[in-house]
Antibody, heavy 130, light 110 residues
Framework: QVQLVQSGAEVKKPGASVKVSCKAS????????INWVRQATGQGLEWMGW????????GYAQKFQGRVTMTRNTSTGTAYMELSSLRSEDTAIYYC???????????????????????WGKGTTVTVSS | QSVLTQPPSVSAAPGQKVTISCSGS????????VSWYQHLPGSAPKLLIY???KRPSGIPARFSGSKSGTSATLGITGLQTGDEADYYC???????????FGGGTKLTVL
């Protein structure tokens, strides 16, 4: 079955970096973008960015620009999210999710897409504490 | 402060119906498809609705979605205690070139 399996919990000190992995199975890894979403305690879902496993292209939320790096290993079907210069506010559960991107309408030459996240990993808890 | 606005909480009795609103703008909901996610504590978020009103395989017909202009609505009928969760709307924002979520709505089934 289609699934995303994430790495285990991490405890880091302020200023350190953390790298979370997300291993895909049950589908062709390079066919769908992987998004990263986090949830801090008591907060809502927060989108961090996307990565295209085929090209390696990425797009990051402005809030995380310069601190986040999303990469992949196509031979193992694994996506990675590395967050640097950690601070206590980065304590959260980090999720990877498969993004579906499908053409819904074509008007002249412009395509209109539907985007949605259909498969999610179970989450990786990252705790930042001195 | 989220780009998409949801009520912080809603509640209703078992068997009743509830709706959750999601308000945005022309750069997000107004020109893009909306999806909805159910998030139970300790679990991964789950896709409930995509393309404004479509249900993935396995999602009961008790869950429905609609969109009008720059607002979207999730409806849940025949409420069950197992529906208690946080619900999030989400869509692409063309101006921000970013995915945006609503702030989330906590559903309590009294």
């Amino acid at each position: 079955q289609v699934q995303l399996v994430q790495s285990g919990a991490e405890v880091k000190k302020p200023g350190a970096s953390v790298k979370v992995s997300c291993k895909a199975s049950g589908y062709t890894f390079t066919s769908y973008d992987i998004n990263w979403v986090r949830q801090a305690t008591g907060q809502g879902l927060e989108w961090m960015g996307w990565m295209n496993p085929n090209s390696g292209n990425t797009g990051y939320a402005q809030k995380f620009q310069g601190r986040v790096t999303m990469t992949r290993n196509t031979s193992t079907g694994t996506a990675y999210m590395e967050l640097s210069s950690l601070r206590s506010e980065d304590t959260a559960i980090y999720y990877c999710a498969r993004l579906r991107k499908e053409v819904r309408e074509v008007i002249i030459i412009q395509k209109f897409y539907s985007f949605y996240m259909d498969v999610w990993g179970k989450g990786t808890t990252v705790t930042v504490s001195s | 402060q989220s780009v998409l606005t949801q009520p912080p909480s809603v509640s209703a009795a078992p068997g009743q119906k509830v709706t959750i609103s999601c308000s945005g703008s022309s750069s997000n909901i107004g020109n893009n498809y909306v999806s909805w996610y159910q998030h139970l504590p300790g679990s991964a978020p789950k896709l409930l609705i995509y393309d404004n009103n479509k249900r993935p395989s396995g999602i009961p017909a008790r869950f429905s979605g609609s969109k009008s202009g720059t607002s979207a609505t999730l409806g849940i009928t025949g409420l069950q205690t197992g529906d208690e969760a946080d619900y999030y709307c989400g869509t692409w924002d063309s101006s921000l070139s970013a995915w945006v979520f609503g702030g989330g709505t906590k559903l309590t089934v009294l």
